[in-house]
């Protein structure tokens, strides 16, 4: 996974985030070669408009495709896996965040039947996993979409 995607802090950060139940990552393969990932956030959210407006409500993070498999519908399965994934286990709903330097992932989002929410803008915090295993944290203006599931 680490050879074609990188970010090996990141998913050992979310291997042990999903052994203690945080959350599920799903990864698309082709061929035996990784080449997409989502992370499903099942804890509490971190922003504070988030909690408040949506409690418990499972959030899909960091959604990737390797450059050489995009826009071949690679992001979408991942995305309604997670759908389907998280519908089983009984969720109503999912949201999620899009940086507002990515409108190619809005409207990814929006063909799926996103929608954005009537709150505005949320500053969030992107982590950025060093290859040393340092973690930095930068704030990042997002669009908040939310779906309904079944």
């Not at 985030?17 to 959350?23: E, I, L, N, S, V």
């Not at 407006?53 to 960091?62: I, N, S």
């Not at 999912?94 to 803008?121: C, F, I, K, S, T």
Request: proline share 5%; charged share 25%; glycine share 12%.
């Amino acid at each position: 996974m680490v050879r074609s995607l990188g970010q090996e802090p990141y998913f050992a950060d979310r291997l042990t985030k999903q052994d203690t139940g945080h959350g599920v990552l799903l990864v698309a393969w082709q061929r035996g070669v990784a080449v997409g990932d989502v992370y499903i956030w099942l804890g509490a959210a971190e922003e504070p408009e988030l909690r408040a407006r949506l409690p418990g409500v499972a959030l899909l993070t960091h959604l990737e495709v390797v450059p050489w498999r995009r826009n071949g519908g690679i992001g979408t399965e991942l995305v309604w896996a997670a759908e389907e994934r998280l519908l089983a286990e009984g969720h109503e709903q999912v949201a999620l965040g899009v940086g507002l330097d990515n409108p190619g992932a809005q409207r990814l989002y929006q063909r799926l039947g996103y929608a954005e929410w009537p709150y505005g803008e949320v500053a969030t915090t992107n982590v950025v996993y060093h290859p040393d295993g340092r973690q930095e944290r930068q704030r990042e203006m997002c669009r908040i979409l939310v779906r309904k599931l079944g």
